[in-house]
């Protein structure tokens, strides 16, 4: 007995990764006495000519024979010999959910009517995934593959991102420019997207995030400077402190166009806050004459004469 048993062998997930997939014990004969091991994460599935014969999902340390060979489809009857074993493929599979980063190879360039070559954005994140149908992965990936890596996975759906990013991005409503705050709407229908593509192939998109978008320098520039306008809220000030700076900071010099510049616009604002409040001393002016000649020259109470006040001097009587 002992001699015989050197025939046997292990059959466990001798290449294992984490970021791998599934991974195929192959191309052995299974002898008597052989070992099936699965660890946490695994599930076991054996094979005879690409057909699911059992899956075995519980963690531990399995006589073959005994234990395993009773609940298979249609080996079950299987004996072993001494001299030959059973043929049989057993693919490992991860059943983890992965968490794979993505990002944008190069810019999408989104449409925009105000610029005829597009918005150009780049964009990261993260999306999640996990096997969720053996048959499936089996009849469209693992029937020709030996191993599947998550890597493989992350170049199939970059290769299809930006054509979602694009869809998605352009739908009705969504702010160009704010792009962040409809962040959660875009992952939403992408990952729905994603999920549809790679469900053929017995895997399930689980989760789908953007992190950013990000624009090109004088775009994102733009958007800062307009930004920092809102916050102030008045446009004049706002560019009389920028003048300010600029001569106080040596980035406006003196004598030159860029002070001359800053000269005329300093004046404009100041000439504009001046009118500003000529036009008011006016109106308080006009109030003034218009009060003044809404009031009698005596009062009607007792004929004395009024002054300026708003009262009669004499019996206090209102003018």
Not at 133 to 155: F, P
Not at 219 to 239: E, F, N, R
């Amino acid at each position: 007995m002992v001699f015989g048993r050197q025939f046997a062998n292990v059959v466990e997930w001798e290449e294992f990764r984490d970021d791998m997939i599934f991974w195929k014990w192959h191309n052995k004969e299974i002898k008597k006495g052989s070992r099936l091991i699965i660890r946490p994460g695994q599930d076991a599935i054996f094979l005879n000519s690409g057909r699911i014969e059992g899956i075995f999902k519980d963690e531990g340390d399995y006589d073959i024979e005994s234990q395993i060979i009773p609940f298979l489809s249609t080996l079950k009857g299987f004996k072993f010999g001494f001299n030959s074993g059973m043929r049989a493929e057993v693919l490992f599979v991860n059943t983890k959910e992965f968490t794979v980063k993505w990002g944008t190879k190069n810019a999408i360039n989104i449409p925009h009517p105000q610029l005829p070559g597009g918005l150009p954005i780049r964009a990261n994140g993260t999306f999640n995934i996990k096997v969720s149908d053996y048959i499936a992965l089996i009849d469209k990936v693992a029937g020709i593959k030996a191993s599947y890596v998550v890597e493989d996975v992350r170049l199939r759906i970059i290769s299809i991102l930006d054509q979602l990013l694009m869809k998605w991005i352009s739908k009705e409503g969504k702010d160009m420019f704010n792009l962040q705050a409809n962040a959660f709407d875009i992952a939403k229908g992408i990952r729905e997207d994603l999920d549809m593509s790679v469900m053929k192939d017995g895997l399930s998109i689980t989760g789908f995030n953007i992190m950013s978008f990000s624009y090109p320098e004088e775009i994102q520039k733009m958007i800062t400077k307009t930004a920092s306008h809102s916050m102030i809220g008045d446009l004049g000030k706002y560019q009389q402190v920028e003048m300010v700076d600029g001569i106080a900071s040596g980035r406006v010099k003196g004598g030159g166009a860029a002070s001359d510049m800053a000269g005329m616009m300093m004046g404009m604002n100041m000439a504009g806050e001046m009118m500003k409040k000529m036009k008011e001393i006016d109106k308080d002016k006009e109030a003034e004459e218009k009060t003044a000649k809404s009031k009698p020259n005596f009062c009607p109470n007792c004929g004395t004469k009024t002054g300026n006040g708003n009262f009669c001097s004499n019996c206090g009587e209102k003018l």
